[in-house]
């Protein structure tokens, strides 16, 4: 029998989809602060608040999401957040004091959280589950692209054009991406609250929650290198490498993500999650110990491998262990997890830069390295076989 399809229609739209509202997001977070430093003459830290904001809403959007998932359905809160999208992003063109600014990037957060929580969970109904693992990798690139491109093209189009234009070119982005939601069928399968009671608010899926766990302890890792790498490169006089170093972690993750995918579905996720933590923990210690541009680019090598894979992995694993009825829960328990371990962790650890220095920073990220591999296998790895 030949393999099930992988590429149907309704993923190629929520992939495509995806692509563009990531851009439209990375094209913004990484220049926001710099325009409201430019704009309203806000400090450093101010700025930083701006462009953080933006993940406390889209936290709080997958938490309130997750539970409407199985009410309303993920096509409808599709449509939700993709609205919520266009206004948000057309309310950038009136912000004209900082206040407003706020609560436009939070509003813009939500949005983010409604939208990709229900896109994620339509991209895993559309796939057969026997190559869901390989599916999500694939679908997963489609963020890593948006990762690697989206900076670039923020820098490079601000050398040209204005703030107010980049506004207008990212609303487009968003607008395109709304056409390709009229054409998706795929949806999960919703209560009938005419036959059964309305159930309880639930924020996480409890089976997915351990496997959360493991994503929030290494995306808190991973918040170091998103936070601090810019600075770390300028202490290490490696600034002209430093932007190569997304170019490289995304171009890995492109490479080995359909391959580690369709490993996972064959043999199993233990196979390719301790590798993935190993190398993880080397690249972590090559970027404690770089003093020169192959050293940072050989850590870009070994982190895109390492957490570009063991992100595309836990996903599937929380889609997985969670009910068939729960795929959107467990969905947007997978999100929550990663977007706490990325909001708050370059706060946590950053307060070990006075002490340790940024290549002593990186360096003791192997610490949680491997106290993701013990949660890891206490509560999925030891349990693999019985549930192959």
Same mark, same amino acid.
């Given at each position: 029998?030949?393999? +099930?399809?992988?590429?149907?229609?309704? @993923?190629?739209?929520?992939?495509?989809?995806?692509?563009?509202?990531?851009?439209?997001?990375?094209?913004?977070?990484?220049?926001?602060?710099?325009?409201?430093?430019? +704009?309203?003459? #806000?400090?450093?830290?101010?700025?930083?608040?701006?462009?953080?904001? =933006?993940?406390?809403?889209?936290?709080?959007?997958?938490?309130?999401?997750?539970?409407?998932?199985?009410?309303? !359905?993920?096509?409808?809160?599709?449509?939700?957040?993709?609205?919520?999208?266009?206004? %948000?992003?057309?309310?950038?063109?009136?912000?004209?004091?900082?206040?407003?600014?706020?609560?436009?990037? @939070?509003?813009? !957060?939500?949005? /983010?959280?409604?939208? &990709? %929580?229900?896109?994620? &969970?339509?991209?895993?109904?559309?796939?057969?589950?026997?190559?869901?693992? +390989?599916?999500?990798?694939?679908?997963?690139?489609?963020?890593?692209?948006? &990762?690697?491109? !989206?900076? @670039?093209?923020?820098?490079?189009?601000?050398?040209?054009?204005? *703030?107010?234009?980049?506004?207008?070119?990212?609303?487009?982005?968003?607008?395109?991406?709304?056409?390709?939601?009229?054409? #998706?069928?795929?949806d999960n399968t919703t209560v009938d609250l005419s036959k059964e009671p309305k159930p309880k608010f639930e924020w996480i899926d409890k089976n997915a929650m351990p496997i959360g766990v493991v994503v929030l302890i290494i995306c808190m890792t991973y918040s170091t290198v998103l936070s601090f790498i810019s600075l770390f490169a300028e202490e290490q006089n490696l600034v002209a490498t430093a932007s190569y170093f997304f170019l490289v972690y995304a171009s890995i993750i492109l490479i080995t993500r359909p391959v580690t995918g369709r490993i996972m579905d064959q043999r199993?996720? /233990?196979?390719?999650? *301790?590798?993935? @933590?190993?190398?993880?923990?080397?690249?972590?210690?090559?970027?404690?110990?770089?003093?020169?541009?192959?050293?940072?680019?050989?850590? !870009?090598?070994?982190?895109? =491998?390492?957490?570009? /894979?063991?992100?595309?992995?836990?996903?599937?694993?929380?889609?997985?262990?969670?009910?068939?009825?729960?795929?959107?829960?467990?969905?947007?328990?997978?999100?929550?997890?990663?977007?706490?371990?990325?909001?708050?962790?370059?706060?946590?650890?950053?307060?070990?830069?006075? &002490?340790?220095?940024?290549?002593?920073?990186?360096?003791?990220?192997?610490?949680?390295?491997?106290?993701?591999?013990?949660?890891?296998?206490?509560?999925?790895?030891?349990? +693999?076989?019985?549930?192959?």
């Open positions: 029998m030949g393999k +099930e399809r992988l590429w149907t229609k309704d @993923f190629v739209i929520v992939f495509i989809f995806n692509f563009f509202i990531m851009l439209a997001m990375f094209l913004l977070m990484v220049t926001i602060s710099g325009y409201a430093v430019d +704009e309203f003459n #806000v400090s450093t830290s101010t700025a930083g608040l701006v462009a953080g904001i =933006f993940i406390v809403g889209s936290l709080i959007g997958r938490i309130l999401t997750g539970h409407q998932l199985s009410l309303l !359905g993920a096509k409808k809160i599709m449509y939700i957040g993709t609205a919520m999208f266009i206004v %948000t992003y057309g309310l950038y063109f009136i912000a004209g004091n900082l206040p407003t600014l706020l609560l436009v990037r @939070f509003f813009n !957060g939500l949005a /983010n959280g409604v939208a &990709t %929580t229900a896109v994620g &969970t339509i991209a895993a109904l559309a796939l057969p589950k026997s190559r869901r693992g +390989e599916g999500i990798s694939y679908f997963s690139l489609s963020f890593v692209m948006a &990762t690697a491109l !989206g900076p @670039f093209m923020a820098f490079f189009l601000l050398q040209h054009i204005t *703030y107010q234009t980049l506004f207008m070119i990212v609303f487009g982005l968003v607008l395109i991406a709304s056409v390709f939601t009229i054409f #998706v069928k795929t199993g996720a /233990n196979i390719v999650i *301790y590798p993935s @933590f190993a190398v993880l923990a080397l690249g972590y210690l090559a970027l404690g110990q770089t003093s020169s541009g192959f050293m940072l680019l050989l850590s !870009g090598v070994l982190l895109g =491998f390492g957490y570009g /894979n063991f992100q595309s992995i836990t996903q599937a694993l929380c889609i997985k262990v969670a009910d068939a009825k729960n795929v959107g829960l467990a969905t947007s328990t997978y999100f929550i997890a990663l977007d706490f371990g990325l909001g708050v962790g370059s706060y946590i650890l950053g307060t070990l830069v006075p &002490t340790l220095g940024y290549s002593g920073l990186y360096s003791s990220m192997v610490v949680l390295v491997v106290l993701g591999i013990i949660v890891y296998y206490m509560v999925y790895g030891r349990y +693999e076989r019985r549930r192959i």
